[in-house]
């Protein structure tokens, strides 16, 4: 009962619009399905990799250190506003680039996607915090906590999936170059957005 209960939890936790979601939705545009996939499996593997620390104590390291935390926190900042950046860059150059050349394959997705996870200190507190409201007393926690974090990816991954196919049905209009370009420009304001927001926020 309590994975059903978390499974639903983490159903709206997905639907909730953030950087993963701007990550993955950008590339499945720009390089199609297959991109788009790559970056959602480089975001679970962050998810999971924050799962299995929460699970082993060791996120509490990141969140008892505010030198950790500060650290990862503007890191983050940087990478979403340096991706922000190119995507209003490549908006800006007008015609699209060649399909071919736009992601060297899955590898640049996916380090995207999970570069991006695991530079976001949010994610490690989440992990901290979300998880272990959903642990039943009585239970291995060890065990528990690394059983909910796969549920949790297996529900992103079911989520994305369904974003990616819609986004790929309608490719026949987002391909169009002027509709290319403006979704470019409004990934590249969101992503800049999140983060100034995350570099100047607190816990």
């Not at 906590?145 to 990816?153: G, Q, R």
């Not at 529900?155 to 026949?172: M, N, Q």
């Amino acid at each position: 009962m309590y994975l059903l209960a978390f499974a639903g939890a983490c159903v709206l936790v997905a639907m909730v619009p953030g950087v993963s979601t701007a990550i993955i939705l950008r590339q499945t545009v720009r390089a199609g399905r297959g991109s788009g996939l790559a970056a959602t499996l480089g975001n679970e593997t962050g998810i999971l990799l924050w799962g299995l620390a929460a699970a082993f104590g060791l996120s509490a390291l990141l969140v008892a250190s505010q030198v950790a935390y500060d650290i990862m926190r503007v890191a983050g900042a940087v990478v979403l506003v340096v991706m922000g950046a190119q995507a209003l860059w490549h908006a800006r150059k007008g015609a699209p680039e060649p399909e071919g050349e736009v992601v060297p394959g899955w590898r640049g997705p996916y380090l995207a996607g999970v570069g991006t996870c695991l530079a976001n200190p949010k994610a490690a507190v989440f992990a901290m915090s979300f998880l272990p409201q959903f642990v039943p007393p009585g239970q291995n926690v060890p065990v528990t906590l690394v059983t909910l974090a796969l549920v949790w990816v297996a529900v992103d991954l079911l989520w994305y999936g369904l974003l990616i196919w819609a986004v790929a049905k309608a490719k026949a209009w987002l391909g169009r170059p002027a509709v290319k370009r403006r979704l470019e420009q409004i990934s590249g304001v969101v992503l800049i957005g999140l983060g100034v927001r995350l570099a100047v926020e607190s816990r």
